[in-house]
């Protein structure tokens, strides 16, 4: 099981686009249209799979929201902090 990191770790180590949510991380990826978000959500879904770390993941018109938080650690953690910044990269 992973540490949970303090509000000042997670503060310093949140990738861009991303905040705290009480004890998850939250992020909106928006999108021209539906079917891009619907591609992005799978693409995290691999990753998600990949790392075995899944998120909550809603998917609107024009908007992917992800949230990560380590259940088995009963907040946030590197794991999290990790598939964050792997979901922006295929964002970019």
């Not at 799979?49 to 929201?65: C, L, N």
Request: glycine share 10%.
């Amino acid at each position: 099981m992973s540490d949970t990191l303090s509000d000042e770790e997670i503060d310093r180590q949140l990738p861009d686009g991303w905040e705290q949510d009480g004890e998850e991380i939250v992020r909106t990826f928006e999108f021209d249209s539906y079917l891009p978000g619907v591609g992005f959500a799978s693409g995290v879904a691999g990753l998600a799979e990949a790392a075995w770390h899944h998120p909550e993941i809603t998917i609107t018109w024009g908007e992917v929201e992800v949230r990560l938080t380590t259940h088995d650690a009963g907040g946030i953690t590197e794991k999290d902090i990790d598939l964050a910044a792997r979901c922006n990269e295929i964002y970019e």
